[in-house]
């Protein structure tokens, strides 16, 4: 089992800045990837950005040069700078990890932190 806490949203106005924070526990050495999605209202939950054990990165192309998603393994956690926000960046920020492969691949999910962009 693997417990995500999130932290760092907020609202902002557009074109500031937020990070968001995660922290993972439990059986942290199982987990493969980590990475951020996002869900405003009405909307499917979307990948915003991912990062696995060795470092590749991943970002949808819509954040692509304004977020940066980065990974600390000693710590277990993973962070979301969030750059030159606009209003359609609003939306409940969730993290997530996922452990094992193939058909026993399990994605967890962090309980998700609000970030509401102001224009």
């Known amino acids: 089992q693997v417990q995500l806490v999130e932290s760092g949203g907020g609202l902002v106005q557009a074109g500031g800045s937020l990070r968001l924070s995660c922290a993972a526990s439990g059986s942290i050495f199982s987990i493969n990837a980590m990475g951020w999605y996002r869900q405003a209202p009405g909307k499917q939950r979307e990948l915003v950005a991912t990062v696995t054990r060795g470092g590749d990165t991943n970002y949808a192309d819509s954040v692509k040069g304004r977020f940066t998603i980065s990974r600390d393994m000693a710590k277990n956690t993973v962070n979301l700078q969030m750059s030159s926000l606009s209003p359609e960046d609003t939306a409940v920020y969730y993290c997530?990890?996922?452990?094992?492969?193939?058909?026993?691949?399990?994605?967890?999910w962090g309980q998700g932190t609000q970030v509401t962009v102001s224009s």
């Open positions: 997530s990890a996922d452990t094992g492969a193939g058909w026993s691949k399990v994605y967890y």
